[in-house]
């Protein structure tokens, strides 16, 4: 029987891909079934927060930039990687409260959302682009675009399916975000960062923080390099809070209820901008 003291995992942010600690050095304890301690996590300080905006920033435009066929491909990688790691997953999601059959449902259900939005990646255009008909001799083409950086505010339950849906359809769009997690289910989102970390998907696309609402949501509406917010799971205060300060900034907003967490394609529409191009038709 071995002696050795088990090597307990630490659980950090994760910025501009990398691991880093808060830069306020707090933690939160995470307690389970009958009040017994899980883990500590870090709570995010508003300085965290604007370092995962920069990272996004200075990332999105690559992400973007790449073709559609291999954002699908990252994507698809990640839920390669995500049952690879499925195990694991339920038993974090069994020990943060979940049953253990309702566990493995919601791993399931993850990796098939991420196959979903993979294979929407080099389609979404065709299906909402179009060719306008216009009265000159030119080609009016209207395509949809990325908005840019995105925050998404994670439901507080299920941990793993509401990030992954909250995630997903903004990174087959090609935007950047940056992903407050759930307080009450944060294992799960640190764990997934791993699996993002090791997917090929470029360092600051995602960054994750876990953390309290009430103290990072505000920063968040009224960051000034943020350009929308989609929110699962918030409450009527905290979705007024969104509206009043998302306007000082004009960012885009979606607000969803904690189980809106299927495939719908228009979530990769929420946040994109149609641009419209013209070209002369040559006359001959």
């Known amino acids: 029987m071995s002696t050795r003291i088990p090597v307990l995992k630490t659980y950090k942010l994760y910025i501009g891909g990398q691991f880093p600690r808060t830069e306020s050095g707090r933690a939160i304890a995470l ?5 017994r301690h899980v883990a500590n996590y870090c709570r995010a300080s508003r300085k965290d927060l604007r370092n995962a905006v920069v990272a996004a920033r200075k990332a999105q435009s690559g992400w973007a930039g790449k073709t559609a066929y291999l954002r ?19 038993e974090e999601l069994r020990l943060q409260g979940d049953s253990a059959s309702g566990a493995r449902k919601e791993v ?49 339950s299920p941990g793993l399916l509401g990030l992954v849906a909250g995630v997903a359809p903004l990174l087959a769009g090609g935007n950047a975000c940056v992903v407050l997690a759930s307080a009450t289910h944060p294992l799960s989102a640190v764990t997934f960062a791993e699996v993002l970390n090791d997917s090929d998907l470029p360092g600051g696309v995602v960054n994750i923080l876990t953390g309290l609402r009430q103290e990072i949501l505000p920063t968040m509406a009224t960051h000034k390099d943020i350009d929308g917010i989609a929110a699962y799971g918030t ?40 641009k419209t191009t013209w070209h002369p038709v040559a006359i001959r």
């Not at 307690?31 to 009040?35: L, P, V």
């Not at 990796?111 to 909402?128: C, M, N, P, R, S």
């Not at 682009?129 to 000159?136: K, M």
């Not at 009043?244 to 719908?264: C, S, Y």
């Open 31 to 35: 307690e389970g079934r009958g009040g």
């Open 72 to 90: 699908g491909q990252i994507l698809y990688r990640t839920a390669e990687m995500l049952e690879g790691r499925a195990a694991q997953f339920a």
């Open 108 to 156: 399931d259900a993850a990796i098939e959302l991420l196959i979903h939005y993979a294979g929407w990646t080099d389609k979404y255009t065709q299906v909402f682009g179009t060719v306008n008909p216009v009265a000159s001799p030119h080609f009016n083409f209207s395509v949809p675009e990325p908005t840019g950086v995105i925050g998404v505010v994670a439901p507080e």
């Open 235 to 274: 409450n009527a205060a905290e979705q007024t809070l969104i509206a009043e300060n998302a306007a000082l900034n004009v960012k885009r907003v979606a607000l969803h209820p904690a189980d809106a967490l299927d495939g719908d394609p228009f979530r990769i529409m929420e946040f994109q901008e149609i």
